[in-house]
Structures are given as structure tokens and as C-alpha cells.
């Protein structure tokens, strides 16, 4: 089965889920990032106002959500999963980070369904429940505070799993738009009219020019300036040189 | 001023912030990748019990957190600005992905305080908002909904901010050769000098000055300016300004 986009094949699972607001937020991280298709294990309230506010525009996420009884359901038909936990010492697992478990989880979504369980907000996930899976993820944090919240932790390993894949297609940033860049002759022209300017303000000692001109070529070049920014200096150029009018 | 991890030099600025619990929820994403400094402008509602619940164990973080009226208090002692926005057309700085600004921001932040902004959960940051940033930040997403929560949002922006010091950590970035740089509160001083003779020589009209203004704001960001070419160039505007001495 190879979906329009591997990120189709690639399930969240939340387990236990007390509070309806992360459901909802849930929903609205997978969505922000391309996933569409979320799983809930025995949640404490679902359907719920709460889940939907915080749903914001996902709420189709939400409507097309499977409640489970048990997690081999939730899991069923899936090849590979992966089960979110804290760090510790007692995992049988082979621990990923999650930039590392989400190139696994992409790769393998290309082919089949993956599936990426999250525990209890107040506990994560029992042994039991880490042992239904192929192995374990940690987000990196801060080791005196690491708890994040259920929906921000989805947000992260939803997050990793679109930049994983936008990757692995080899597709860069795109280039920011680069307005018109001024010639480098455009760019003298100012040099010129700054340099004037500074002698007829008293500003520069025309026969000791070098240091202060150089600087501001310098300042200059790291700009890249554009044309039109050529043009809006020289105006005021011409506007504060006390010998007015300058002709280039 | 090197402090003991880069992280305490990233300040996290929420402008405008209208639902507390974004706030707390901001508060614990921050702590669980190690960042702690929180600037807050004209936040709608705080302190706030909603706002206390959600940052769960990061209420330190909210206690210490900075109230300011204006984005500039907010920003003043930073030397580097970025601002997350959604993707647009009309940006005028060069946009970087959450990934390389994280990585941009921890080289910086080994040397002096730096700022992440975030704008309103309905319409983001405000153009005025962007010029006093030096570079812009998005987050890959699904181009169909990429309205990430405000809260999901500085999740994983810290999260990328964690990474890029713990990969940093491994091969030292060089110390980018660093003439002092200019301090945005400087540099807002250059920006109102150069307004005041602008005006006073006829070339600004004091009625409509957004647009110049912005332009030359966005010339100087990207220039990232040296100390002592603020210097320079406010020498220079009290040797033309028609009505000097200008006092600042």
C-alpha cells in the first residue's frame, strides 16, 4: 500500500488520555504537519467541547478518529511502532531520538502503516504497553524538567516526521525572494554622493578620506543592497547636503 | 557576557498574547528544553489562574517572567531578533527554517542576548512588529493548515533550539569573528536620529513616515551593525541635520 504521502500511513495513538484539551490540540499538531489519522485508546472523555476547541480547524481529525477498547486494536493492522517514553533506565528497547525515530518511522511508512503510541499525561505508557511496540523514543530535554505535555510531545515527533520526510526527498528550503539587487556602479554612485556629502558637512577631512570610507563600503557591502534602497539613500543625500543641489 | 548554557541567553517575547493559558503553556515548553527567560508584551490577561495550570511545573518560569508595554522594552538589550512568522510572500527579511534559525540564534547566544518573537494567536506578529527583527522564522507545515497553536509553536521552536546547542556542542562552531555588534537599543536610537533628519530637512514627511521608515529599518537589519557604525553614522546625521546639535 503506498499512499499519496507516506505521512497518510503514519498513525498517532494516544492511550488513556485524561484531558479532552490535549486530545483536541492533538488533532491540530497532527494536522499543522500532515497527519490526518489518530487512534484513542480508551479516552477518559471523548467526544468533548473541550477536544473541539482546541481542535481549532482540525476537527475533521477528530471526527474521523477510531476509539479503541485495547491497544492491540489501535495497533492491528500497523508494521512498526514506536512508543514514546521518558527516559529511563529499564527500557527493552533500542531508544531513538526523535529525529532518528522519525526518519525509521517515514522510511517504513513508504511501504506499510507505521504507528507512534503516546502514554498518560500523568504516567506516559505502562511496560505493557511499550512492550507491544519495536522500539522506543525520546525527545531530548532538559534533564531537570522533561515532562512535556502530551499534545506539545506530538507536536514535536509531527514536526520531525515532516521535516524527515521533506528530507528524504531532497527538497531544499526554497529560496527567499530576492528583490532587484543594485550594479555594483549604482552602488559607487552612492559611495560617491556619501563621500561629498561627508566633506561638505565637515564630517570627513577630504584629505584623510580613507579609514571612514572604507567602513562604510564595508558596511555596505555586507547589505547587498537593492536598488531601490540605492535610490532612497541618494534622496536623502541630496536633501541633507548643505550644497545642494549634487550633481553626479 | 557568556552565561552558563547559550539557552539563558534566548529570550522567548510573546507579543499581545490574548488566551493565559498559551502563556502557560509557553512557560513549560520553555522548561522542558532548558530555555527560562520570558518576556511578555501587553499580554491580555496575567497573571492568570488558567495561565498557573498549564505551565504545570514551569510556574517559576511565569513568576520571572518580564511584563512590558512595548515591543522595544522587550527587545532593548538583544543584538539579534527573529520572528516566527507563517509563510508570505511580503516578507522583508530573509527567512530561515526553524532548523537554521536555531542554529543561528545558539552561535549568537554564546556571546550576547538574543529574542525569538511570536505574535498574536489570531494574526501573528504586525509588519511594524517584523522591522524590529533581523530575520524571520517559519515552521515547515502542511501548506493547507499551518496554523500552528502559540504554545506548539514555541514547543518546537525551543525543541530546535535544544538540538542545535547539543550538535553544536560536539564540533564547536568557531566563534564568528565579531566586531561588537551594535545593540538593538542602539540601534533604535540610530533609527530615531535618522527619522528626526529626515524630517527636518524636507525628505520625510512626518505625516507618512511608515514606509521610508520600514525601508531603511529592513536596510539596517540585515546589515547586522557594529557599534562602531552607529557611531559613524550618527556622527554623520548631527554633521547634516539642518537644525543640529540633535540631542538624542
Known sequence: MNPASPLDNVRIVLSHTSHPGNIGATARAMKTM???????????????????????????????????????????????????????????????????????????????????????????????????????????????????????????????????????????????HLPEAASLQEIEGLHHHLEQVMIHSGFLDPEQPKHLMRRMRRLFARTRLEKEEVNILRGLLAAVDPRRPFKS
Open 34 to 176: 500532515g497527519l490526518s489519522k489518530l487512534y484513542l485508546v480508551n479516552p477518559k472523555f471523548f467526544p468533548d467541547s473541550e477536544a473541539d476547541a482546541r481542535a481549532s480547524n482540525a476537527r475533521d481529525i477528530l471526527e474521523a478518529a477510531q476509539v479503541c477498547d485495547n491497544l492491540t486494536a489501535a495497533l492491528g493492522d500497523t508494521f512498526l511502532a514506536a512508543a514514546l517514553t521518558a527516559r529511563r533506565r529499564d527500557l527493552p528497547h533500542p531508544a531513538y531520538s526523535a529525529r532518528q525515530a522519525a526518519a525509521e518511522l517515514v522510511q517504513h511508512a513508504r511501504h506499510y502503516p507505521v504507528a507512534l503510541l503516546f502514554g498518560r499525561e500523568s504516567a506516559g505508557l505502562t511496560a505493557a504497553e511499550i512492550s507491544h511496540c519495536q522500539l522506543t523514543v525520546q525527545i531530548p530535554a532538559n534533564p531537570d524538567y522533561s515532562s512535556l505535555n502530551l499534545a506539545a510531545a506530538v507536536q514535536v515527533m509531527a514536526y520531525e516526521l515532516r521535516m524527515a520526510l521533506e528530507e528524504s526527498v531532497t527538497e531544499p528550503y526554497p529560496a527567499p
